[in-house]
């Protein structure tokens, strides 16, 4: 109970110093790249280290940091935000949801440090906010998403939504799948019941996107999500439903094929 406590009062304090403290880094080096820095070598690891999660990662000679890149990682905790920011090493941007621009703090803080926001609302807004965002990726940005859309509840793999694998299509650049293990353990979905362990990070092979028709966004998301699954094995996870590869229109989680393999 007290480490329950203490991991929540230190991500409460670390967040309302840090986050402002990326807005004075940027004012200052006139660089987004900056804050993105401050969250990676500052923010992350306290909250790494308060959480008592052991980081394991192996695979790090598939990030260039030189290219452009997306990378897609199954979710499995809120836990998964600062290891990532530590396990790949490169300064990349999250895709976020628009509403999140709004929230206090770590909504100024995304806006500031410039990750990417897709906003899923309106047909039209959503082309014009993928085409924005992968005209940032070709320019040099790398970006790093979470195509499940939501955190797994039982560490299955979950089918894909196809909306960023359209965004990788649209940059043409690689894709670098990436397999979390063991952070729904330490900090379970919708819990503050920490559990020290450790966590395991693979990163995988980039993934050409030009071997991919230009509208073949279920293709290449399960190209992509074969591989994590693979990789969730090898780390001794529970794989996924090859089946359900892809989520429904407007649903997170599961698809008609998940619901009837779980019943």
Request: proline fraction near 6%; hydrophobic fraction near 45%; include cysteine.
């Amino acid at each position: 109970m007290l480490r329950n406590l203490l991991c929540m009062v230190v991500a409460v304090v670390a967040t309302a110093v840090f986050f402002p403290l990326t807005v004075v880094v940027a004012l200052v080096t006139l660089n987004p790249g900056a804050t993105v820095w401050v969250a990676r070598r500052l923010w992350s690891p306290v909250l790494i280290a308060t959480g008592g999660a052991r980081v394991v990662v192996t695979g790090q000679e598939n990030v260039d940091p030189k290219r452009p890149t997306i990378y897609v990682s199954n979710h499995q905790s809120t836990l998964d935000i600062p290891i990532h920011f530590v396990a790949v090493p490169v300064n990349f941007r999250f895709v976020a949801k628009h509403q999140l621009k709004y929230v206090p703090l770590i909504g100024w803080y995304l806006w500031m440090a410039g990750h990417v926001f897709i906003n899923r609302g309106r047909r039209d807004k959503a082309i014009a906010s993928l085409d924005e965002a992968a005209r940032k990726i070709r320019e040099g940005t790398s970006v790093f998403l979470y195509p499940e859309g939501t955190r797994s509840d039982d560490g299955r793999v979950l089918p894909f939504k196809k909306g960023p694998f359209a965004l990788a299509l649209r940059a043409r650049v690689p894709v670098v799948p990436i397999t979390i293990e063991g952070s729904g353990t330490v900090m379970p979905k919708n819990s503050w019941n920490i559990q020290p362990g450790p966590v395991y990070v693979k990163i995988g092979k980039p993934i050409d996107t030009t071997r991919f028709a230009d509208n073949d966004r279920e293709g290449l998301a399960r190209a992509v999500r074969d591989v994590i699954i693979a990789q969730s094995l090898e780390l001794g996870g529970k794989g996924g439903d090859s089946r359900a590869a892809v989520a429904d229109a407007g649903v997170e989680g599961e698809t008609q094929q998940s619901r009837r393999s779980a019943s």
